[in-house]
């Protein structure tokens, strides 16, 4: 039973416009979601979080939009770079605090040049 | 500083060795992990060491010994490991607290290869 689940398993955009990535999860008992970005042969890279009591957080070109009713959350890049190639997990964690992060299956963003 | 090291950085060992893989994290985090990931699938959580003691074992198999000697360093024993154990071996770190805040900083991992 996947609760975190990533359906693009890939998207590609031009440079400079935005990439969406999306994610939906289905345990309403987790209450802080993650994005993570990854290149090949390196460990994940946090990129952005969001509180279950926000439903926007930015950081300069990332912004991670929460939808609680609809069980999903997106992450926008505005301008894409082609640096920003990579696979990209969200991730969840519920309120017992145990640490445990479940993740999605990934998509792999192409930004082309 | 958001850095996790670890070492090796590559690792090839037969099936009957036993060799560890080492973590250290200088941030001050209370919570250390340990994960295997496989080509194009998602970080598969294994152990989880809270205030340096075992909070999380995710059933993995006993030729996986982890160990955590200080609030620092994490250590990752193996022993008679399969081919299939083959993988990406990541360590992260993160700050534990009642506000639910859970971002882990991965270190670059270590690539394993059992023959």
């Known amino acids: 039973d996947q609760q975190v689940k990533q359906n693009s398993p890939s998207l590609s955009v031009q440079e400079g416009r935005i990439s969406i990535l999306n994610c939906d999860y289905t345990n309403s008992m987790f209450d802080y979601f993650l994005w993570y970005k990854k290149y090949p042969a390196e460990g994940p890279t946090f990129l952005i979080s969001i509180s279950s009591i926000k439903d926007k957080n930015e950081d300069g070109r990332f912004t991670v939009f929460l939808n609680k009713s609809a069980k999903h959350l997106s992450l926008h890049i505005v301008p894409s770079q082609p640096g920003d190639s990579a696979v990209y997990f969200c991730?969840?964690?519920?309120?017992?605090?145990?640490?445990?992060?479940?993740f999605g299956q990934g998509t792999t963003l192409q930004v082309k040049p | 500083d958001t850095e996790v090291t670890q070492t090796p950085k590559h690792l090839v060992m037969g099936m009957t060795n036993k060799k560890s893989l080492k973590c250290e994290q200088h941030m001050g985090h209370r919570a250390m992990y340990w994960y295997k990931q496989k080509a194009k699938k998602p970080p598969e959580l294994m152990f989880v060491y809270s205030y340096e003691k075992l909070s999380i074992n995710e059933s993995v198999p006993s030729r996986f010994s982890p160990e955590c000697p200080n609030s620092s360093l994490l250590n990752l024993h193996l022993h008679a490991l399969q081919p299939e154990d083959s993988a990406l071996y990541l360590c992260?770190?993160?700050?534990?607290?009642?506000?639910?805040?859970?971002?882990?900083?991965f270190g670059p991992g270590t690539r394993l290869t059992v023959t």
């Open positions: 991730a969840a964690s519920g309120s017992s605090n145990t640490g445990k992060l479940i």
């Open positions: 992260a770190s993160s700050q534990l607290g009642a506000s639910g805040r859970n971002e882990q900083y």
